[in-house]
């Protein structure tokens, strides 16, 4: 009775946002009427033009405006490299570093047999149609360190039993400024079994 | 690079809701993006719809869709009982309670001489004009219990000084299904003070 037919819906649409529950929709959208109703025609024109002028890339299958994305058109990446990434957060999260110059294909996923996600909903077929092209000499397989991404990236590494690219998997290891001691069992064993000897000065 | 430009300004403007941080932003703007298009245009939609379609009530100043809300109207309140609240958050939380029968006055904000918020600013005049027709007999002074909600509290009962109409603060004390041990001392303090006698069985 308190709530307006409009702002009860504007709470309820608010709780689709990932991570918010009744009480922040509510204070969500009383903040915006309240104090901010500029930002909330902002928010409401950036989410109309998002949803419908944000598309895929043709190519790497990651967010674009357009057909092709400004990574897979940029002349000065190397188009020897391929990561293969589950999200285009991971794409971000990767370029954020900077420390990467190859290209991207994003699979959108991992194979779920369960949920019945197999490799073509995967694009899967459209990879190794791109690898067996002959321009990628390495791939890096970069999907997440769950039991899902290693299933999907030992997949993909199957398929490509008869081709002569190198096939790489990101390391695990304990994170960077991390302590030993809070690190998980799974982990720590990855990390010594992946030790690399130390270079030594002359 | 990785963003384009249409989500770079999704996540600028989703940074605008209350508690929304860059990390936030960039994973609710993806979420709706990748896996919930419906959703993105749902929100935009029910916000334009609220920022242009709900002002505020002529009587009591809080959120209404028409000149003057479904509460101010209700033939079943007691218009001789009224509330004087902060925000229209406050009177929410009050009408689900379902514990009041009075209407509402809302302020939208406290007395800030620091911020150069004054009584005029409240429409503390417009509060006062409606208590000196004579209709209400009780004014419920329900501001924040924070240093500037009592003051404010204190300063619309100053102005009653000469109006022979109950005045009465709401009441400060430990939460129901508290331990006294995790309560602060001020209300403690307050707690002991307010101490009401039990009535007891004949």
Redesign the interface.
């Known amino acids: ?7 009860q ?2 709470i ?3 709780r ?4 918010v529950g009744p009480k ?1 929709a ?9 104090r ?2 500029d ?13 419908e ?2 598309g895929e890339c043709q190519q790497c299958h ?4 357009t057909a092709v ?3 897979c058109e940029h002349p000065g990446r190397d188009r020897t490299l391929l990561c293969v990434l589950e ?3 991971d ?2 999260a990767i ?2 570093t900077g420390g990467f110059a190859g290209l991207y294909y994003v699979l ?1 996923g991992h194979l779920s047999p369960i949920d019945g996600i197999g490799p073509e909903d995967l694009g899967i077929d459209q990879l190794l149609d791109r690898l067996y092209q002959g321009e990628v000499q390495e791939l890096v397989l970069a999907t997440n360190p769950t039991v899902e991404g290693e299933a999907t990236a030992h997949y993909i590494a199957e398929q490509l039993s008869d081709l002569d690219i190198k096939i790489s998997r990101i390391a695990h290891g304990v994170p960077v400024g991390g302590e030993l001691e809070f690190v998980d069992g799974g982990t720590l064993a990855h990390a010594l079994a992946g030790r690399r000897q130390l270079e030594r000065g002359k």
């Open positions: 009775m308190a709530l307006t037919p409009k702002l819906a504007l309820e649409s608010l689709r946002l990932p991570g922040t509510q204070r969500m959208a009383l903040h915006l009427l309240e901010d109703r930002a909330a025609l902002a928010i409401s024109n950036a989410l109309a033009d998002a949803a002028g944000i990651s967010l674009s405006e994305c400004d990574i999200s285009p957060i794409l971000m370029e954020q959108g």
